[in-house]
């Protein structure tokens, strides 16, 4: 079993910076894909960010693409994801997932944290 913790959520002003990091407990990384999702207020849940196990592949939903970074530390179990130049629309509860190489779904997800973006 994986085990994730998501940290780093606030209220942030419109155009600052954010940087959300998840941590693994229960066992390492390796083999895992990592992706962050979030879901605003009366909306799905959406894809965000994604990072192959080596780190060496990444993808971007396109509203976020060219603002937010994704990053993991396999020695540290964590993901992070750097966001820039946020925007009200970023507002969301932001979720850390990962999915064990070579299933398609995310079976593991963290509680969530709060995101939210004033004007």
């Known amino acids: 079993q994986v085990q994730l913790v998501e940290s780093g959520g606030g209220l942030v002003q419109v155009g600052n910076s954010l940087r959300l990091s998840c941590a693994a407990s229960?066992?390492?990384?390796?083999?895992?894909?990592l992706g962050w999702f979030r879901q605003a207020p009366g909306k799905e849940r959406e894809f965000v960010a994604s990072?192959?196990?080596?780190?060496?592949?990444?993808g971007y939903a396109g509203s976020v693409k060219g603002r937010f970074i994704i990053s993991r530390d396999n020695a540290k179990n964590t993901v992070d994801l750097q966001m820039n130049s946020l925007k009200p629309e970023d507002t969301a509860v932001y979720y850390c997932?990962?999915?064990?190489?070579?299933?398609?779904?995310?079976?593991?997800w963290g509680q969530g944290t709060q995101v939210t973006v004033s004007s």
């Open positions: 229960g066992r390492t990384f390796g083999g895992y894909v």
């Open positions: 997932a990962a999915r064990k190489l070579p299933t398609l779904d995310y079976g593991y």
């Open positions: 990072i192959s196990w080596t780190g060496g592949t990444t």
